[in-house]
């Protein structure tokens, strides 16, 4: 680490408490409080960004801002500018106002490149300030790498569901990847926020039973910033995306982990998190690009489905 690096933040309480169940010991959290320049140089690249940001209860929505590559830019390394805006019908729009917290995940399918930036929104006006306070990168695991060929679908009206129907499990059940919006207990403070994560498997790597979803947590990085954040507090926001209709699925349920779950689960399974979907909508082409899948990931290829 040069000179001109910010140190490291430290793990907090709910993320060292699920490491101590998981059975893991880790060192520092390498998570910077500002946006080194890789990451600033990265951002900018993406087509697409996905958000975690608060409804009014103040439970966690999962939700995807999109524009022409450069639409996110960081005028300096504690700041990033999104020059976009959620639809005015995406039930996460009230979320992302001034002042609430967010959590930002920056995914190149293409390259299988992630990294998150939480902060709070300084400004929304047509687009949104934003004041990075965490800032930190994840490896490459379980992203399917997928190429964007084109931008050509209008968004339908979205459609508020009683609970999983048909064509919402079938979506649940063919993805092979999803996004999970969390966030850290009050109590936290300044070292809880928002976060936006990913999640990868092969088809059928989650299980749906009714309005329960089961989900397998393979071996990752051992920071259990999620699985933290849900311990601390087990409310959630998911998105699923269809990548070949654009269709996306919403979700906010709450969340139940069983640490040590021992042979029940898919190959690859270390620990199940259920979730109990108490709210969902469904909107057809919400994610406007045209995709072209090419390949798992090579640790996707090593786990198994339900």
Same mark, same amino acid.
């Given at each position: 680490?040069?000179?001109?690096?910010?140190?490291? $933040? @430290?793990?907090?309480?709910?993320?060292?408490?699920?490491?101590?169940?998981?059975?893991?010991?880790?060192?520092?959290?390498?998570?910077?409080?500002?946006?080194?320049?890789?990451?600033?140089?990265?951002?900018?690249?993406?087509?697409?960004?996905?958000?975690?940001?608060?409804?009014?209860?103040?439970?966690?929505?999962?939700?995807?801002?999109?524009?022409?590559?450069?639409? !996110?830019?960081?005028?300096?390394?504690?700041?990033?500018? !999104?020059?976009?805006?959620?639809?005015?019908?995406?039930?996460?729009?009230?979320?992302?106002?001034?002042?609430?917290?967010?959590?930002?995940? *920056?995914?190149?399918?293409?390259?299988?490149?992630?990294?998150?930036?939480?902060?709070?929104?300084?400004?929304?006006?047509?687009?949104?300030? #934003?004041?990075?306070?965490?800032?930190?990168?994840?490896?490459?695991?379980?992203?399917?790498?997928?190429? &964007?060929?084109?931008?050509?679908?209008?968004?339908?009206?979205?459609?508020? $569901?009683?609970?999983?129907?048909?064509?919402?499990?079938?979506?649940?059940?063919?993805?092979?990847?999803? %996004? &999970?919006?969390?966030?850290?207990?009050?109590?936290?403070?300044?070292?809880?926020?928002?976060?936006?994560?990913?999640?990868?498997?092969?088809?059928? %790597?989650? *299980?749906?039973?009714?309005?329960?979803? !089961?989900?397998?947590?393979?071996? *990752?990085?051992?920071?259990?910033?999620?699985?933290?954040? $849900?311990?601390?507090?087990?409310?959630?926001?998911?998105?699923? &995306?269809?990548? *070949?209709?654009?269709?996306?699925?919403?979700?906010?349920?709450?969340?139940? #982990?069983?640490?040590?779950?021992?042979?029940?689960?898919?190959?690859?399974?270390?620990?199940?998190?259920? !979730?109990?979907?108490?709210?969902?909508?469904?909107?057809?082409?919400? %994610?406007?690009? $045209?995709?072209?899948?090419?390949?798992?990931? @090579?640790?996707?290829?090593?786990?198994?489905?339900?």
């Amino acid at each position: 680490m040069t000179a001109d690096t910010p140190a490291f $933040l @430290p793990f907090n309480a709910d993320e060292q408490a699920a490491q101590r169940l998981a059975g893991y010991r880790m060192g520092r959290a390498p998570i910077r409080p500002l946006l080194p320049e890789q990451h600033r140089a990265f951002f900018p690249l993406l087509p697409y960004l996905f958000a975690a940001t608060p409804d009014a209860r103040g439970w966690p929505m999962a939700s995807v801002l999109t524009g022409s590559p450069g639409f !996110v830019t960081s005028p300096d390394p504690a700041t990033l500018r !999104v020059d976009a805006l959620p639809r005015d019908d995406d039930p996460a729009a009230p979320g992302f106002a001034a002042g609430s917290e967010v959590g930002l995940l *920056g995914i190149e399918l293409s390259t299988r490149r992630r990294n998150r930036a939480n902060g709070r929104i300084l400004t929304r006006d047509a687009g949104l300030t #934003i004041h990075v306070t965490q800032s930190f990168g994840n490896c490459p695991q379980y992203i399917q790498t997928r190429n &964007v060929v084109g931008r050509d679908r209008k968004a339908g009206p979205v459609e508020t $569901l009683a609970g999983l129907d048909e064509s919402a499990r079938d979506l649940i059940e063919s993805a092979d990847t999803f %996004f &999970v919006a969390s966030r850290g207990r009050a109590e936290l403070g300044a070292e809880g926020g928002f976060d936006m994560s990913h999640r990868g498997g092969r088809p059928g %790597f989650v *299980g749906v039973h009714g309005d329960t979803l !089961v989900i397998p947590d393979f071996r *990752g990085n051992r920071f259990f910033n999620t699985l933290g954040n $849900l311990l601390g507090d087990p409310r959630a926001g998911l998105l699923f &995306v269809n990548f *070949g209709t654009g269709d996306a699925l919403q979700l906010q349920g709450t969340v139940t #982990i069983d640490w040590h779950p021992g042979e029940v689960g898919p190959a690859g399974t270390e620990r199940l998190w259920r !979730v109990r979907v108490e709210r969902a909508w469904s909107t057809r082409s919400a %994610f406007p690009y $045209l995709t072209l899948f090419r390949e798992y990931a @090579p640790t996707t290829l090593l786990t198994g489905i339900w």
